[in-house]
């Protein structure tokens, strides 16, 4: 579990203070899938950037399993516990390979070296890049090189992970191959995963979805409870997802529910 | 004057081991006034094409013309190249990434100075701009690293607003905004074109916004134009687009699917209210039908 105690972030600089995270409290389960979803500046990747150490609460606490991210004897031991992947892809790979990229963070495990190889195998075959591995990483597409950041992390077993906007520099389908990539890793393999996201059809395939605005909770529940809230996700600049908002526009006539997330659902309540 | 372009090839590394074929064969018009979308994944030659239509790059064969003179015609004198040059702006991905300058009216006047305009042309230019781009002037004196991630990026778009394209190219404008700065964005845009008459063409990953804001749109693959036409009649082609890693509005996709379920429902439809009616009519002619039986 992750717990969130209180946390505050406060930027200081020149011109004044700037809380960009605001006094929140949260538990963050294991296995769970998260989202969280807010408009720019409204302290997501602030609060993100908590979650293993990257930045430290100025004010309240973060116990990652049982550890104090302020105490600098668990740092590593922290950082292996909860990985992050971050928006742009070209930002995260180092090596001229793409499984020498993979066994960067590995190999600074102090593992041996045959135990690299075998995880290294296994996250590449995980994200489904085994083909992949003897090729220069900058020649992938977006979605490629994503994955291969993914088996990076993968490789040294994290039990969270958080994406930062994973997808938003991705096409259509480097976004799908990186979300099922996320789903996959959250069912067969249990890792914990946080996503945050500007794009709501992610937000629906989470456990629960938190809401941020001006640096506190506005609101969390399941994708259901969260989405039925057209008008207070409007007003945060958010919004719902296409299939809802077609939901809520002919729900009055047809008697169908407004809180319908997926084609799917919608097509089978207009069929009955 | 339209924009042209005729049977262009480019070849990265050329006469090299390493020579690679980013775009062949593509001839395309774009019409003044215009709301034109590319699409296409990663790889597709989308950002070539759109590299040599604003005369960063030139075409290893075929030409780009703009008022009917190519641009990259040596035989042209120099300066004219140059202001036909200068009739296509370009927006690159977050273009925030660009900003420097201590203010942001500096930073919108840095392009318009560097053409030549003095101090107080410059700037009349660089506020014209921001009220373009819907920034408030009250932001003139701010620095740009204060300010909200839409609002930088509007302060990138006045930038090369204000040296007054007639062609405004924009890569990926809503890459990481949140929905409302997407829709923010996307409506200042279509006001540009409509209000300003100044023609645009967007390469977006986004089919929902494609769809939505041009009037006609260019699909590349391969280094290939593969489809060229109205949104209706580009998203008929869903299972081309997907097998392609693109895909089709999520609208149109509903529509699909209830077609399959036997529903009489048109599916060349892009936009929510018109599949709203659409899905409406075809509803109430079942029940109609079921009171019957």
């Not at chain 1, 993979?102 to 495990?109: K, R």
């Not at chain 1, 995963?193 to 794009?199: M, Y």
């Not at chain 2, 030659?45 to 030139?58: A, H, N």
């Not at chain 2, 202001?83 to 925030?96: A, D």
Request: proline share 4%.
């Amino acid at each position: 579990m992750i717990q969130l105690e209180n946390l505050t972030h406060t930027y200081s600089s020149e011109q004044g203070k700037n809380v960009a995270v605001d006094n929140i409290s949260l538990e963050i389960h294991k296995g769970e899938h998260l989202a969280i979803l807010g408009q720019n500046g409204c302290g997501k990747s602030t609060l993100a950037k908590h979650l293993n150490a990257l930045l430290l609460p100025t004010a309240g606490r973060v116990i990652v399993e049982g550890m104090d991210t302020k105490d600098e004897s668990k740092l590593w031991q922290i950082r292996q516990t909860v990985g992050m992947v971050f928006q742009n892809p070209d930002n995260q790979l180092v090596a001229t390979t793409v499984e020498e990229d993979c066994a960067f963070g590995v190999e600074n495990l102090g593992l041996e070296p045959k135990l690299i190889r075998q995880r290294v195998d296994e996250a590449l075959a995980t994200v489904g890049m085994s083909e992949f591995k003897e090729k220069a990483p900058h020649l992938l597409s977006g979605g490629q090189k994503q994955r291969v950041a993914i088996a990076g992390i993968i490789a040294m077993r994290p039990q969270y992970i958080v994406f930062d906007e994973p997808t938003a520099m991705l096409d259509p389908h480097g976004r799908s191959e990186v979300i099922q990539t996320m789903q996959k890793l959250n069912k067969e393999e249990n890792i914990t995963i946080i996503n945050i996201t500007h794009f709501m059809e992610e937000a629906v395939l989470a456990d629960r979805v938190v809401v941020m605005d001006k640096g506190k909770i506005a609101f969390m529940g399941t994708p259901k409870e969260v989405f039925r809230q057209v008008e207070r996700l409007k007003a945060l600049h958010l919004d719902v997802p296409v299939v809802t908002e077609l939901a809520q526009a002919i729900g009055a006539e047809t008697g169908i529910d407004g809180d319908i997330l997926t084609i799917e659902e919608l097509v089978v309540s207009l069929c009955r | 004057m339209p924009l042209e372009v005729k049977n262009v090839e480019y070849t990265y590394s050329p006469n090299t081991p390493n020579a690679s074929v980013a775009l062949k064969g593509v001839d395309l018009t774009i019409d003044e006034g215009e709301f034109v979308g590319i699409i296409g994944h990663t790889g597709s030659g989308k950002s070539t094409l759109v590299q040599l239509l604003c005369g960063l790059m030139e075409p290893s064969e075929g030409q780009i013309l703009i008022d009917g003179v190519d641009i990259n015609n040596k035989e042209t004198p120099k300066d004219i190249r140059k202001k036909l040059r200068l009739q296509v702006g370009m927006v690159f991905q977050y273009p925030e990434h660009q900003l420097f300058e201590e203010t942001v009216l500096k930073d919108i006047c840095f392009g318009p100075k560097n053409l030549g305009f003095n101090e107080e042309e410059a700037k009349k230019l660089a506020k014209d701009a921001m009220k373009k781009v819907g920034l408030p002037l009250k932001y003139a004196e701010e620095s740009p690293f204060d300010l909200s991630g839409g609002q930088k990026r509007r302060v990138a778009i006045a930038g090369v607003l204000a040296m007054k394209p007639k062609y405004l190219i924009l890569d990926e404008p809503t890459a990481g905004l949140d929905p409302q700065g997407r829709e923010e964005i996307l409506a200042q845009v279509q006001q540009m074109q409509k209000e300003l008459g100044i023609t645009i063409i967007l390469v977006s990953h986004s089919m929902d916004d494609v769809a939505r804001f041009a009037d006609r749109i260019i699909v590349m693959n391969k280094g290939e134009k593969y489809l060229e036409g109205t949104p209706r009649e580009i998203f008929a082609h869903d299972e081309e687009l997907i097998s392609l890693g693109l895909g089709i509005p999520q609208v149109t996709q509903i529509l699909k699917r209830l077609q399959k379920e036997g529903w009489a429902v048109r599916t060349d439809i892009v936009e929510l209210d018109a599949a709203k009616e659409e899905i409406l009519k075809a509803w109430r002619a079942r029940k109609g039908g079921n009171n019957h039986a």
